[in-house]
């Protein structure tokens, strides 16, 4: 009889010990505890929509607190953009893309964040991310044109001319009003009529500014005889054939 007692007790302690293993979390079954910062608090993670387009970013938050951020980008924009905040940042997102980038903010601040493509930012791709410190207002937009500007003329006698060039820009040629000119005063007038970023370099004598799709720009010159080549300095697109040719005659 007591041999038959202690077999039932031994059963029912076996089968309570099984029962704490798999409830427990030293047990047999897996448990999944939440992660937890060096206070033994779980880390709360903040997130961050991030929609770039030409030219400009917009944050769902422009002020976070300290922690885990993480910034989901999607490219809304007709050409390739990425972001770059705190040291990090994403892949070249093709126009549809999408990316997400985990940044930990050890201390408050300042931020700064931008696209890394070559003339973004100065078109108005950057801004600052507040980090339990209010951010500054975001700067306005650059302007659609800019004003006319002279530079010295190259070597050279320089002829009494004084002629306007229509330069239209597309991906990837430009378009001159005029292929030749007499030698004297030349203006530029420079229409980004493309859909990515342009510039128009008069090879030894100006480069222009990085034009968005749209903007324009001015400049005049005092060119003496000679050729002279004209390129954009975006990086591949003379690789794609935007390049051109231009004579000033005396």
Known sequence: MRRGVSLVVLSALALGGLAAGLLAPGGGATVRAPVKTHT???????????????FSFKLSKRKVPKGVVVFTVVNRGKISHDFKI??????????????????????????????????????????VLGVNVTPPKPAP???????????????????TGNTTVNVDMFEYRFDLSQASVPSGQVTFVITNKGEE??????????????????QKETWTVSLPPKGYTGVCDVPFHIDRGMTTSFTVTP
């Open 86 to 127: 705190a040291g990090k940042k994403t892949k070249t997102l093709n126009p549809g893309q999408k990316a997400t980038l985990r940044v930990v903010f050890k201390k408050k601040g300042r931020f700064a964040y931008v696209c890394t493509l070559p003339g973004h930012a100065r078109l108005g791709m950057k801004g």
């Open 197 to 214: 970023v342009h510039n128009f370099d008069l090879v030894g004598v100006k480069a222009g500014t990085l034009l968005a799709p749209g």
């Open 40 to 54: 033994g608090r779980a880390a709360k993670v903040t997130r961050v929509a991030v929609v770039a387009k030409e």
């Open 141 to 159: 937009p650059p302007p659609t044109t800019t004003t006319t500007t002279t530079t010295p003329p190259p070597t050279g006698t320089v002829g």
